[in-house]
């Protein structure tokens, strides 16, 4: 059956001024409705209009008769009635969309607002396993490779295969349409027939013919009359075309290139109707002659079973390649994973040995190369063990070596010295010679036994023997008693002490002997390098922490000396002289000391500038120091703020030329008693120990100084 196509009429204009009559009714309600309450919700007049229009229309269209058609008379009401309630509606349902919109917007933004957290929060967990996890980063390398690699090579081989496909049904297209354009022609050009419906019969049956009809439709054709040229009279065939299809389907550039061409043969991919869907497919178009009438004869061919058996292949690709992808990532995570686990095992076994498990091993299986680190690992793990143990029995050896040695030189360092108090005390009745020997033998007695008391206060700390004896003690009265303590010393230097420190008192919890011995030892070390200069002590409180810095402006010490500064026995003086300093214990002690308290003695110098030691302990115990009051680099110490500190001087500096009278008598003593006749240790403890005092605490190249008083254990 040919499908012609059919001119639909277009429905009759029924029922026009009805239609104007009903829509005049709603305005002019509406507009009534509108005066009636200007201001008032429009959704109200909304809801009300229509049921007004549904009633008052019918009335009106039964009263007066409606206008004929083609009158072209207005409708009842006029035409600005029409119009206003046409503004009406426009504006309600403008007004309906904004809040529409405005709700939609509202609902994602609180969406966004609720999904934007989560997904921060997965980014930031896949970002820190990326980082913590070398098995997860190697997995999912691999699975982003894999999955990259696989749509790269399914593009391609679903893009060969499809052009394939593609080509192979364009060759058979091509092939069959020459074979039936030419049956076409050979019918028509032997068709023996004159009247129009034998001329319509044929067209349809040869047509029919080329469709192949049957259990499946092989091809479709289109058959149409070429435009612009001159129409015979026995032209009783126009167009014809399958079912479903006109001449829309065939593309505009493929009509033009069979339009201008002879006997050539063209074709194109198009899209045609099928049922209630649209089937890719090729027309290839032709030319052909009847009755004096050149035809446009374009024949269709279905590609939907190559585009359905590609769509199975692209399944199939795409299913293999996710297993495929499956796989890889199940064979990536298996073999990271025996690699990876060994690393973090010996990760682990590493950190156990760190905080003192020495026994710890690795676990050895096999004989590859992992089994072989482990194993080594283990030989390392037990060749540190075996070190660390012989370390660490020998400082508990040399350790008891120390306070045995200390403890047992007590009695006749003890008998010693009283013996030396004897000789010291009737010097004047001996030689020049044996008077100068009787003072350097106390002088060394009394340093002796300062160094003994160090050396047992150190053995305390080293046997855990050392408790904190911690009450609530005002710091800043604790540092002003000690520099009153040091005056004597500090006139010696002629030195002035400065104390900078807040109005009121600082309650701090510490032990205030153990804190008196470091601030000691810091003072007396900035005086005996301060070289002669000012010496500034300063106290600050914060919320948690209070600090201490002891300044001098005296010879100074490198980064390097003030990194081992606290080291036992240690001497930035290479030659190790002790014409000054004392035991070299006297930092050592100090910081042992602040260690007790959870506080914090840092040092800091720069050569030819001074130095500056920070002590830094907290307000009360178990509260952890975040920062300190007082920064380690120093500034210059200015006057403070009227009424906000209080700065006491201690002493002013001596005259130009002046000089403390012990000391200079010290040396006059020296070069006028001394020839020959003793060793340079003897000579070095002399000049030293001038009338009758050592100089003692914590120096930053490791020295003890300052004045010792018998008995005083490990006193600064």
């Keep these: 059956m040919v499908s012609a196509i059919q001119q639909v009429p277009e429905p009759a204009d029924r029922g026009v001024g009805q239609a104007l009559a009903t829509d005049t009714a709603q305005a002019i309600a509406t507009d009534t409705a509108l005066d009636a309450t200007p201001d008032t919700a429009p959704e109200t007049v909304a809801d009300t209009a229509p049921a007004a229009s549904s009633a008052e229309p019918t009335a009106k269209s039964a009263a007066e008769p409606s206008a004929p058609r083609?009158?072209?008379?207005?409708?009842?009401?006029?035409?600005?009635?029409?119009?206003?309630?046409?503004?009406?509606?426009?504006?309600?349902?403008a007004k309906r969309a904004r809040i529409v919109g405005v709700r939609v917007a509202r609902l994602v933004r609180t969406g966004m607002h609720r999904l934007l957290p989560g997904i921060r929060y997965l980014l930031r967990a896949v970002h820190r396993k990326w980082r913590r996890s070398l098995q997860f980063r190697t997995v999912l390398t691999t699975l982003l490779l894999a999955i990259g690699s696989f749509a790269v090579v399914g593009a391609y081989l679903s893009n060969q295969i499809a052009n394939n496909l593609f080509q192979e049904r364009l060759a058979q297209a091509e092939s069959e349409t020459r074979y039936n354009v030419k049956q076409v022609q050979d019918t028509f050009d032997g068709a023996q027939v004159t009247d129009q419906s034998s001329v319509i019969t044929l067209v349809?049956?040869?047509?029919?013919?080329?469709?192949?009809?049957?259990?499946?439709?092989?091809?479709?054709?289109?058959?149409?009359?070429?435009?612009?040229?001159?129409?015979?009279?026995?032209?009783?065939?126009?167009?014809?075309?399958?079912?479903?299809?006109?001449?829309?389907?065939?593309?505009?550039?493929l009509r033009k290139a069979v339009q201008n061409s002879g006997k050539d043969q063209y074709w194109a991919s198009t899209q045609f109707p099928v049922g209630t869907e649209d089937r890719p497919g090729i027309a290839v178009g032709n030319k052909v002659t009847f009755n004096g009438t050149v035809y446009e004869l374009y024949l269709?061919?279905?590609?939907?079973?190559?585009?359905?058996?590609?769509?199975?292949?692209?399944?199939?690709?795409?299913?293999?390649?996710?297993?495929?992808?499956?796989?890889?990532?199940?064979?990536?995570?298996?073999?990271?994973?025996?690699?990876?686990?060994?690393?973090?095992?010996a990760a682990v076994v590493s950190e156990k040995l760190a905080a003192g498990?020495?026994?710890?091993?690795?676990?050895?299986?096999?004989?590859?190369?992992?089994?072989?680190?482990?194993?080594?690992?283990?030989?390392?793990?037990?060749?540190?063990?075996?070190?660390?143990?012989?370390?660490?029995?020998?400082?508990?050896?040399?350790?008891?070596?120390?306070?045995?040695?200390?403890?047992?030189?007590r009695t006749p360092l003890t008998t010693v010295r009283m013996a030396a108090e004897v000789l010291y005390d009737a010097r004047e009745d001996f030689d020049p010679i044996n008077k100068r020997s009787a003072e350097l033998l106390y002088n060394q007695v009394e340093r002796f036994q300062s160094l003994l008391a160090d050396l047992l206060e150190i053995s305390r700390f080293d046997a855990g023997a050392a408790t904190l004896d911690a009450e609530p003690t005002d710091i800043v009265q604790l540092v002003a008693h000690v520099i009153d303590g040091v005056a004597p010393v500090a006139a010696e230097y002629g030195s002035a002490v400065t104390l900078n420190a807040p109005a009121g008192s600082v309650i701090v919890d510490m032990d205030?002997?153990?804190?008196?011995?470091?601030?000691?030892?810091?003072?007396?070390?900035?005086?005996?390098?301060?070289?002669?200069?000012?010496?500034?002590?300063?106290?600050?409180a914060g919320?948690?922490?209070?600090?201490?810095?002891?300044?001098?402006?005296?010879?100074?010490?490198?980064?390097?000396?003030?990194?081992?500064?606290?080291?036992?026995?240690?001497?930035?003086?290479?030659?190790?002289?002790?014409?000054?300093?004392?035991?070299?214990?006297?930092?050592?002690?100090?910081?042992?000391?602040?260690?007790?308290?959870?506080?914090?003695?840092?040092?800091?110098?720069?050569?030819?500038?001074?130095?500056?030691?920070?002590?830094?302990l907290p307000l009360r115990r178990d509260e952890p120091i975040t920062k300190s009051p007082l920064q380690l680099e120093p500034v210059n110490v200015g006057l403070p703020?009227?009424?906000?500190?209080?700065?006491?001087?201690?002493?002013?500096?001596?005259?130009?030329?002046?000089?403390?009278?012990?000391?200079?008598?010290?040396?006059?003593?020296?070069?006028?008693?001394?020839?020959?006749?003793?060793?340079?240790?003897?000579?070095?403890?002399?000049?030293?120990?001038?009338?009758?005092?050592?100089?003692?605490g914590a120096t930053p190249d490791g020295g003890s100084a300052g004045h010792r008083e018998t008995g005083t254990e490990g006193g600064a």
Aim: net charge neutral; charged share 20%.
């Design 70 to 93: 083609g009158s072209g008379q207005p409708p009842a009401g006029g035409w600005p009635g029409l119009w206003r309630g046409y503004a009406f509606r426009t504006r309600l349902w």
């Design 300 to 345: 269709i061919y279905d590609l939907n079973t190559a585009q359905k058996t590609l769509d199975e292949i692209q399944n199939v690709l795409l299913a293999g390649g996710a297993l495929l992808v499956l796989m890889i990532g199940g064979v990536a995570w298996y073999v990271t994973r025996n690699v990876v686990s060994p690393v973090s095992h």
């Design 512 to 540: 205030d002997r153990r804190i008196d011995r470091i601030l000691r030892n810091l003072i007396l070390n900035a005086l005996e390098h301060g070289e002669g200069r000012p010496v500034n002590v300063s106290v600050a």
């Design 641 to 696: 703020v009227a009424g906000s500190q209080r700065t006491v001087v201690l002493l002013d500096p001596p005259r130009t030329g002046e000089a403390p009278a012990s000391a200079s008598g010290a040396r006059r003593t020296m070069s006028d008693g001394f020839t020959d006749g003793f060793t340079e240790d003897l000579t070095e403890g002399f000049s030293a120990g001038g009338g009758g005092r050592a100089a003692g």
């Design 204 to 253: 349809y049956d040869t047509l029919n013919a080329v469709e192949g009809r049957g259990s499946v439709i092989q091809r479709r054709y289109v058959f149409e009359a070429m435009p612009e040229q001159t129409k015979p009279r026995n032209r009783w065939v126009e167009s014809r075309a399958s079912d479903q299809l006109t001449i829309g389907v065939i593309p505009p550039e």
């Design 357 to 409: 498990q020495l026994q710890e091993r690795m676990v050895v299986k096999g004989e590859d190369e992992v089994a072989r680190l482990g194993a080594s690992f283990n030989h390392m793990a037990a060749s540190l063990q075996e070190q660390i143990t012989q370390l660490a029995t020998l400082s508990q050896m040399q350790q008891r070596f120390v306070s045995d040695v200390s403890h047992e030189l």
């Design 543 to 616: 919320d948690t922490a209070v600090a201490v810095a002891v300044r001098d402006h005296g010879i100074g010490m490198t980064p390097a000396e003030a990194a081992r500064v606290f080291d036992r026995f240690w001497r930035a003086d290479p030659a190790r002289a002790r014409t000054t300093g004392g035991s070299g214990l006297g930092l050592s002690i100090a910081a042992e000391d602040t260690k007790l308290h959870d506080g914090w003695l840092q040092a800091w110098g720069n050569k030819g500038h001074g130095s500056n030691f920070l002590l830094t």
